[in-house]
């Protein structure tokens, strides 16, 4: 089960770095405030490394990141870039791996863990983001294509453990 898990995972996180990279320049930073690709891109990435975290409650995104996310209505202190987002979905292989390392048990499997949408077990939760990730995924290939651009080549299952991100 974990190895498809991984396999399926890493192909959403590769989805979703490769959708990044083709979203035009020109779209990035426009839209609607929430609708912002540079947006809807980083709230993909911080809430597929916060369902990855071995502990959700002690979380800290890496800098330059904040927790605004935690904060309903708050954006964070200025738009991500792409390099940034790209930069922080490499480390989502390895959190990907750390975190079905510790799955390794039936005990820990079932584990309750407090999310911000109710308590779950932490294989849901690993699941919930994966449907997450391919839920933003498909937002922004929608704007790739409203932009007139190629969306990003569908990715059927990641190269795991290696993860090309």
């Not at 916060?50 to 202190?77: I, K, M, Q, R």
């Not at 690993?126 to 969306?151: I, W």
């Amino acid at each position: 089960m974990q190895e498809a898990i991984r396999h399926q995972m890493g192909a959403a996180i590769e989805s979703l770095a490769a959708t990044v990279r083709a979203c035009p320049d020109t779209t990035w930073y426009a839209g609607r405030r929430w609708f912002q690709p540079w947006y809807i891109a980083y709230h993909a990435t911080y809430w597929l490394a916060w369902y990855l975290a071995e502990g959700p409650a002690d979380f800290a995104p890496p800098p330059p990141f904040t927790n605004s996310e935690l904060d309903e209505d708050v954006l964070p202190p200025r738009p991500w870039s792409r390099d940034e987002l790209l930069g922080w979905l490499k480390q989502m292989p390895a959190a990907l791996d750390a975190r079905l390392a510790s799955l390794g048990d039936a005990a820990s499997l079932a584990r309750r863990v407090a999310t911000p949408w109710g308590e779950a077990s932490a294989w849901e939760v690993v699941l919930y983001g994966l449907r997450h990730v391919e839920h933003h995924t498909g937002q922004l290939n929608l704007l790739v294509r409203s932009a007139g651009s190629k969306p990003a080549a569908w990715v059927q299952r990641s190269a795991a453990p290696t993860h090309v991100v």
